[in-house]
């Protein structure tokens, strides 16, 4: 099954500070790149836990007695850990968003590039599809997913347009959807606005940004003290959250001081924002808006 190279593969795991004997987790399977880098650096007694919700990726399942592929959506993280009897591990990685054989298999939904049935579940036992976001949401329930997830302006327009032509019949495919807001898709900027349309409805598909959140808060209790965190993120929205919860343990605001102005957070920094080189980008494309961050429990 085709997966293309993961991205920042080196970085991401070097973040991690591997020891032989530690436990990890790859929250994010995928095609198994950066599962395998890992396993490359733990010693017998090493372990890593993997998960991934698409049941596609159960085909690149790692024959290896120190790895457990779980195939689950990664804001369960604390209880299926549990449930492996493990309380505690040494580094957790993530790489968010879209797999490149999501990407690529037409059917799925995923990508502009193809007319293909609106669906862009991840997990694809989910109830909400596209078809239904797009089809079922009210007008404002559509702008708030538009604007909110897609940071398109025009976002109260297309909701209006999407509604108006549904009442001529279902949306059903990526083109329909593509020629229902065609008068928003200029020839200059239609890649751009077509991916952010995607993005938003995906986002909303998938409750990306929830799962992440429900992930990242249960982080400090899953980390021992001295733990890593090593994550990429590829759209503001994920990186914001990613950032903010790495300095204060906080999605929003400050944290509470105590009477002499001193703070406790979870987590410090580990080096600067990690972008790919041009070379990396020439080579996949993907990588071209991956932002990655390394964090370590405290």
């Known amino acids: 099954m085709e997966y293309h190279n993961p991205v ?26 950066h599962s395998k880098e ?52 040494d580094g957790i990685l993530g790489d968010f968003g879209v797999s490149s054989h999501q990407f690529d298999v037409a059917e799925r939904g995923f ?16 109830q909400l599809s596209a078809y239904h976001v797009v089809n079922e949401y009210s007008q404002e329930d559509l702008r708030d997913v538009l604007l909110q997830y897609g940071e398109l302006r025009a976002a109260p327009a297309m909701a209006r347009v999407i509604v108006e032509t549904r009442m001529n019949g279902e949306i059903k495919t990526s083109e329909q959807l593509k020629f229902a807001l065609k008068k928003f898709l200029s020839p200059k900027h239609e890649n751009k606005i077509s991916a952010q349309i995607y993005q938003a409805i995906r986002i909303e598909v998938n409750q990306e940004i929830e799962a992440l959140k429900e992930f990242l808060m249960q982080t400090p209790e899953v980390l021992k003290p001295g733990g890593r965190l090593s994550l990429i993120s590829y759209h503001s929205l994920e990186d914001r959250l990613v950032k903010r919860f790495m300095r204060n343990g906080l999605f929003e605001g400050e944290p509470e001081r105590d009477v002499f102005g001193r703070f406790e957070v979870p987590f410090k920094k580990v080096g600067k924002l990690i972008v790919p080189t041009a070379q990396e980008i020439k080579e996949n494309n993907r990588a071209r808006s991956a932002k990655l961050r390394i964090a370590e429990k405290l």
């Open 8 to 33: 920042l593969l080196k970085e991401t795991v070097d973040g991690l500070a591997i020891k032989e004997d530690g436990i990890y987790v790859d929250v994010t399977f995928g095609g198994g790149g």
């Open 38 to 89: 890992i396993l490359s650096r733990l010693g017998e007694k090493g372990r890593l836990y993997a998960f991934d919700q698409d049941k596609d990726a159960l085909k690149n399942k790692i024959d290896d007695s120190r790895f457990t592929l779980i195939n689950e959506n990664f804001r369960y993280i604390k209880r299926f850990l549990r449930f492996y009897g493990v309380k505690e591990v």
């Open 111 to 126: 990508s502009t590039r193809f007319e293909a049935d609106l669906d862009m579940r991840m997990n694809q036992s989910n």
